[in-house]
């Protein structure tokens, strides 16, 4: 397949570019950061995303959505990274709604895929336990107690975890990673505490406490750790789409900065070595926006290749991200590690994304692994 996006994708990525522009810019992020807003997105901004269809994208036709695929959705995460805008998206339709579909019943997904569809219903999902990213390493308990079970741990690291209505809760019922299991837990159900944390980023993150919290089993037991992997994978590729928008965007406003400030009476752009580390961020750019728009279409595919592919592009994207921003504070001098400056909201949106799900180091090795190395 050509690495291209159709008509109706370029139409979806416009009108998202559009909306974001004037309702999102960084300087709405900065005020979220300096109100300490309670909730750390903008709610009507969040419906207005809704009203376009944004969340329903990924939601098969049955359950309330739109069936449109990840490529269509993947165009808007690149404009939202853009932008940096502030959303559950990412929480709530990439690993929310994916790991439902992925892994809940039918009785499940009546019930909770048509409210995400509509924007009524924010999920979060609970998984990190250490300040390493390792999917295998739970040690939260899930004990079953009559019809459902009972779950005591604690998160770390929880995307959107305090505006979150339902948990999607990473627990333990038997050891090895069969014995790994999703379950569903309502965020006002008794034993559970959210504490809510502060990202360098200013996103929203949370510490998840957990003691003989009520919870039902999503999907089948025995089931979790594969539909877990399976929709890591997909969010993998979604992230990445929305950190190749802000390495673009970051790339781009450098290059700005070079054709306008002057130094020793000319512009600092016409210094050779500043162009050739420009074009060599144009080069790796380049590079990423092929791996990902690849990803993005072998998730609608189903392909095989999938895990690699997300291996792959979360690495490269991850590596080239840090290049870019790095590159683009040093080239903009002191100002851009001043706070009025919004090029260094970018370096720190960068760093969380790289870490998110896994860095570099964490790819590199499963891709050794997933080919025998």
């Known amino acids: 397949m050509a690495l291209v996006i159709n008509e109706e994708q370029q139409m979806l990525k416009t009108s998202a570019k559009e909306l974001l522009k004037n309702r999102a810019p960084v300087s709405a992020l900065r005020l979220l950061r300096d109100s300490k807003d309670s909730k750390g997105y903008d709610p009507q901004l969040w419906q207005e995303m809704a009203e376009m269809g944004w969340t329903a994208l990924n939601i098969p ?24 805008t502030a959303s559950p998206l990412f929480s709530t339709v990439w690993m929310g709604a994916t790991v439902i579909n992925l892994a809940g019943n039918v009785l499940q997904k009546e019930s909770l895929l048509p409210a995400i569809a509509e924007g009524t219903q924010v999920v979060a999902l609970a998984l990190e336990e250490t300040n390493r990213h390792n999917p295998s390493r739970i040690s939260t308990t899930a004990i079953a107690s009559g019809e459902g079970y009972v779950l005591s741990g604690r998160k770390v690291f929880v995307l959107d975890g305090h505006i979150a ?45 957990l003691e003989n919290v009520s919870a039902e089993l999503l999907g089948e037991e025995g089931e979790g750790f594969a539909a877990l992997e399976k929709m890591m994978d997909i ?121 998110t799900l896994g860095d570099y180091h964490y790819h590199l090795d499963r891709f050794a692994k997933l080919n025998g190395f």
């Open 165 to 209: 209505d339902k948990l999607v809760v990473v627990a333990r019922t038997a050891d090895g990673d069969e014995g790994i299991n999703l379950f569903l837990v309502d965020s006002k159900v008794e034993g559970l505490s959210i504490e809510r944390k502060w990202m360098m980023d200013s996103r929203n993150s949370a510490t998840v406490t």
């Open 235 to 355: 969010a993998r590729i979604g992230l990445s789409a929305e950190m190749l928008g802000t390495m673009q965007e970051a790339f781009e406003r450098t290059i700005a900065y070079l054709k306008e400030r002057t130094q020793f009476g000319v512009q600092i752009g016409s210094f050779q070595a500043l162009q050739h580390r420009a074009a060599l961020m144009y080069s790796e750019i380049e590079l990423c926006k092929s791996l990902v728009i690849k990803s993005l279409q072998a998730i609608d595919e189903d392909s095989s290749d999938l895990t690699k592919l997300a291996c792959m592009t979360k690495a490269k994207v991850g590596e080239t991200i840090e290049l870019v921003t790095n590159e683009a504070i040093q080239m903009h001098g002191g100002i851009g590690v001043t706070d009025e400056e919004e090029i260094g909201f970018f370096m720190k949106r960068a760093r969380v994304a790289q870490r």
């Open 61 to 84: 036709e049955a359950y309330g959505g739109l069936d449109f695929g990840y490529v269509g959705l993947g165009q808007i995460m690149e404009e939202m990274g853009r932008t940096l």
